[in-house]
């Protein structure tokens, strides 16, 4: 066994060790969220995943800023390689994009920035398109757009760089799938909400516990990547990973219709479950109900 190879393994058991730690809090998590979600110390649920500035978040925002300083070091790896000759990889600056996405998703599940944002006015938005909007997850409309662009992206970026490395494809595939799931699973929560807590307490922990485990398989995906270019990849006959060729491949373009159909149908869901609430004269969201107060009470 050359030299290469042994690091190269060495290197791959350690990366999947860090992977089945994540994954293993993560599992964690969600048993404390089960056991004691209900349980509050000074006003504060710490092991409750559906609330916020708590164990459960802090540890999601790290697993962001992990998935953000990976992309970091696959930049360093592509633009490693082609300092040294060995190959060309097309715009290895891209990776800065994904890192600082990673980073915003850590900034935001941290200070909670995306449930603040224009929440009255977005609240009283949905007022104004229809009765079975105020039914819907509003942080979601707002961010709808964003949503479906950095999915595109995502899927046209990671067919694209991760041909030459099947497993980090599957990693990424996985991940972004179960973000999907989780996605839907926040739009369609009010329906939990309505079915009694401990239903609700259940689709927290489920969509949860998708969103940390789809950020844990990014994360090895481009571990698993760059690892790839910058050990496996330079043993001799190994030959060129492929990345200088066509960006919309006709296997990025099946993956890229699949990703905007299941957005499309999740979506679908989405308003069809807030529009069978509106007809059963369901609750309204507490926060719609307060945005509608603050609107209007008199202002002194």
């Known amino acids: 066994m050359t030299q290469h190879s042994t ?45 916020e500035r708590n164990i459960p ?29 060995h190959r060309r990889f097309r715009l290895p600056w891209l990776w800065c994009g994904v890192a600082l996405f990673g980073l915003y998703l850590s900034l935001d599940e941290i200070t909670i920035l995306h449930e603040n944002i224009l929440w009255k006015e977005v609240r009283l938005f949905s007022d104004a398109m229809g009765p079975s909007w105020k039914y819907l ?5 707002l961010f709808a757009p964003f949503i479906v662009a950095a999915f595109i992206c995502l899927i046209v970026f990671f067919s694209s760089r991760f041909r ?96 905007l159909c299941l957005l499309v149908a999740g979506g679908g869901i989405t308003y069809y479950v807030a529009h069978t609430q509106d007809i059963s004269g369901a609750q309204v969201p507490h926060l719609y109900q307060k945005a509608l107060d603050m609107m209007r009470s008199p202002r002194r």
């Open 7 to 51: 690091l190269y393994h060495r290197i791959e058991r350690d990366i999947y060790r860090f992977l089945l730690a994540f994954v293993v809090i993560a599992l964690i998590l969600g048993i404390l969220h089960y056991l004691l979600h209900d349980i509050s110390h000074q006003g504060r649920y710490w092991f409750n995943l559906d609330k």
């Open 57 to 85: 978040s802090w540890f999601s925002g790290t697993l962001f800023c992990i998935f953000g300083a990976v992309s970091l070091v696959a930049f360093y790896g592509e633009h490693m390689q082609r300092r040294e000759g």
């Open 137 to 141: 997850t509003q942080w979601q409309i």
């Open 164 to 259: 030459v490395s099947r497993r980090a494809r599957y990693f990424a595939f996985g991940g972004l799938a179960l973000w999907l799931t989780a996605l839907l699973l926040e739009g369609t929560r009010e329906l939990f909400k309505y079915g009694g807590s401990g239903w609700y307490m259940v689709e927290a922990l489920i969509e949860e516990e998708l969103e940390m485990t789809g950020c844990i398989a990014l994360i090895g995906s481009v571990a698993l990547y760059t690892l790839d270019i910058s050990v496996d990849m330079s043993l001799e006959g190994k030959g060129q990973p492929g990345v200088n060729g066509r960006i919309l491949t006709r296997n990025t373009w099946i993956a890229l219709i699949i990703t």
